[in-house]
């Protein structure tokens, strides 16, 4: 205890000026420069308290009459300000001693804030304000009002930004040659920053807010070339490392070929012809292959590590989950049985023994196939003659695992990554910039569209009995656990709960649980009853969102449904309509739901296309999210709009390539002001 007190005491680590900065992402005092407004306030009339009328913002200045501590109906600091025969009350419901001292009576205050119409009068709550001696000069400019965080007030910020503006002609510096910028209309830099830190009171506040100004295009393009030209030299430097070439001799692949209960679909064969052609090269090949839930995926994979196989080298192939990563396993075991392949099977929670023997075989390069989940990675373990690496469902990595993957143990193999969150074009074209992509746009034939039913929890019961119906005729369900992502283990009784609930109504089925927690032994044995049709009903959290395929389940309920996010919706939705049967996802939802819910579920229940759903979901969420990397650390775009701004990305592109064939010290100069030379950018 007494630990602990002493701790309190001590200065709280962290919160220095400086790591206030760095928490706004400013490191060095040159990024103040970038630090840009998020609106501005017009501080540069006066209004006299008498012509203030509600619903709007003012600045006023008037002398203090008087101030004290309230406490009915909560405690505040209300201070009444008085001009002539008019009067405004300013209030603050969270305030210091030093606020109170500041408004004591007979000073004279300048205000800007929202006035509304309290019990008394017009009233101001939490405005911004200044005492100020009689007489001094208003300001001539808008007032800038900055991204901030907490202890670091805006008057500070706004000093350190103006500060940091005319410490050094350098911060100010154009790294744009005239020939990038004169074809391209764009501000000059220094002009852009003054512009939009200092704006003139003649400035259009509505192309500022809305960001359409030229100093705003200015800035944004700069943000977009930097992202580009730091792709495209990562990429450069990828051409320059030598990977083996990995021509293959076909006798696995053909093999494989004769095997497959199916006939490839055109979209498979051409991706297939994509990988063949990079896997020759000796330059590594870095493809992100996107297809929508049940296009295909797996096989293209297994074909391409043939390939590598084939050219004596190994292949490992991982995936996010471990269940996931299982039924790979058991998959290729099908598929590969009786060729000459030995694969390797690789977990973090296999037991220690077997894990041992399992690297062993895998270090001494004695097995030419490792399925793994990323302990195949973060257990160090050695690939002597790794050949190609395929990274399954790449989206549901982390970011911090993604970035690992890149920097070790890969080294110069090959690199396929899969993904069935399609990315938009525009954000493909930002943010993979230094990925080659193959798309599968084609579904396997003979599937029939999952029909989307949106069901009130109201009418539950119902569903209920069309399981119960669907399973007397032989099929299996899928019914989705309410996603509490406050609390796992609240989830973990939901679904423990839900498990009891349907097992009492549907006594003559059996119900099978898989959730998150179970032991990866149990999550098999349930996972394998359920593909060998001996549990009729399998009530589940979302560890079954990816890739799990059991063709004879036609019917998905979610409960919940408008607690979950749009991908996640339409992964969970193609888990059924895999086989022959009509297959239908049920969204049960609680009402009332919120418009945002309600946005979500109808953009689902309209679509089945994953590039359409995910188009919308970046209208309905913004591209950061979308990424997944909001706390990430990894640098996202501040100012521009991958959706809006699709013609600055472009002429950015364009840009880039000039740059960096015409003058390389300009272009390293940019990057130095927008990365601080971080390795690092926005990146898989
Ligand atoms: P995903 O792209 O979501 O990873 P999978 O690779 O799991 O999809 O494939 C979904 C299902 O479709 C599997 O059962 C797979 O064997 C089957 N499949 C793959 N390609 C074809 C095809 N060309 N024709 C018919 N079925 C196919
Ligand atoms: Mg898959």
């Not at 201070?79 to 603050?92: H, I, M, S, T």
């Not at 074009?425 to 569209?449: C, H, K, N, Q, W």
Request: aromatic residues 6%; contains cysteine.
């Amino acid at each position: 205890m007494a630990g602990k007190k002493r701790a309190a005491a001590e200065p709280k680590p962290g919160n220095t000026l400086a790591d206030k900065l760095v928490r706004l992402g400013i490191a060095r005092e040159q990024d103040l420069v970038l630090h840009l407004p998020l609106r501005y306030e017009d501080h540069t009339h006066l209004c006299p308290l008498a012509a203030l009328k509600p619903g709007q913002p003012w600045q006023v200045e008037a002398t203090v009459a008087n101030t004290d501590i309230q406490y009915r109906p909560r405690r505040q600091l209300v201070c009444l300000l008085e001009d002539g025969d008019a009067q405004l009350v300013l209030r603050f419901f969270h305030f210091y001693p030093s606020h109170q001292k500041a408004l004591a009576v007979g000073k004279r205050v300048r205000a800007f804030g929202d006035v509304r119409e309290g019990h008394f009068g017009l009233e101001m709550v939490h405005p911004s304000f200044h005492v100020v001696a009689p007489g001094t000069p208003l300001p001539d400019r808008l007032t800038p009002v900055y991204p901030t965080t907490a202890g670091l007030a805006q008057d500070a910020l706004r000093k350190l930004v103006h500060r940091a503006l005319l410490r050094d002609p350098a911060y100010l510096a154009e790294t744009l040659p005239p020939w990038t910028r004169e074809p391209r209309r764009l501000w000059g830099f220094a002009q852009s920053v003054h512009y939009l830190h200092e704006p003139p009171t003649d400035a259009s506040q509505s192309a500022l807010d809305a960001r359409t100004h030229p100093a705003w295009s200015r800035l944004k393009f700069d943000e977009l070339l930097a992202q580009q030209l730091s792709l495209k030299m990562h990429r450069r430097a990828r051409a320059r490392r030598r990977a083996p070439r990995l021509v293959g001799d076909g006798t696995l692949t053909k093999a494989l070929y004769e095997r497959l209960p199916f006939k490839l679909t055109r979209a498979q064969q051409r991706v297939i012809a994509e990988i063949r052609r990079d896997l020759a090269r000796a330059e590594p090949m870095q493809r992100l292959l996107q297809g929508d839930v049940g296009s295909g995926k797996t096989v293209v994979a297994a074909l391409a590590a043939l390939q590598a196989i084939e050219s004596g080298r190994q292949v490992a192939f991982m995936a996010p989950t471990e269940i996931l990563a299982e039924q790979h396993y058991r998959k290729l075991a099908v598929w590969l049985e009786g060729l000459p392949v030995k694969m390797a099977w690789l977990s973090g929670s296999l037991p220690a023994k077997t894990k041992r023997q399992a690297k062993a075989v895998i270090e001494s390069g004695e097995a030419h196939f490792a399925i793994g989940t990323h302990a195949l990675f973060q257990d160090e373990v050695a690939l002597p003659k790794l050949g190609l690496a395929i990274v399954d469902e790449q989206h549901r990595f982390g970011v911090a695992q993604r970035l690992a993957l890149r920097q070790r143990g890969i080294g110069d193999a090959h690199q396929l990554m899969m993904s069935a969150t399609p990315i938009p074009r525009t954000l493909a074209m930002s943010f993979y910039a230094d990925l080659d992509v193959s798309v599968i746009d084609e579904m396997p034939p003979g599937r029939t569209p999952v029909a989307t039913r949106l069901v009130s929890q109201r009418r539950r019961s119902e569903v209920v009995e069309r399981a119960r119906k669907l399973c007397a005729e032989g099929g299996q369900v899928y019914w989705v656990c309410p996603l509490i992502e406050e609390s796992e283990k609240l989830e973990l009784q939901t679904a423990v709960a839900l498990h009891a609930e349907l097992t009492a109504t549907l006594e003559e089925i059996s119900v099978g649980l898989l959730h998150g927690r179970m032991k990866p032994d149990d999550k098999a044995v349930v996972m394998n009853s359920f593909v060998r049709g001996e549990i009729g009903v399998l009530v589940a959290t979302t560890v079954i969102e990816v890739g799990v395929d059991v063709p004879n389940a036609s019917l998905m309920v979610i409960e919940h449904a408008e607690r979950f996010g749009l991908a996640q919706l339409h992964q969970l939705r193609g888990r059924v309509g895999r086989g022959a049967a009509q297959s239908t996802c049920v969204l049960l939802f609680e009402e009332p739901m919120s418009e945002a819910a309600k946005a979500r579920l109808k953009v689902v229940y309209e679509h089945n296309d994953g590039f359409e759903i995910a188009r919308q979901d970046l209208r309905i969420r913004g591209p950061g999210e979308f990424l997944g990397a909001r706390q990430s650390g990894v640098p996202l775009l501040r100012f521009a709009d991958p959706e809006r701004d699709v013609a600055l990305i472009e002429a950015a592109r364009g840009a880039a390539d000039e740059l960096l064939r015409r003058e390389p010290g300009a272009a390293g100069a940019h990057l130095e002001r927008w990365l601080g030379g971080k390795q690092e950018f926005i990146k898989v």
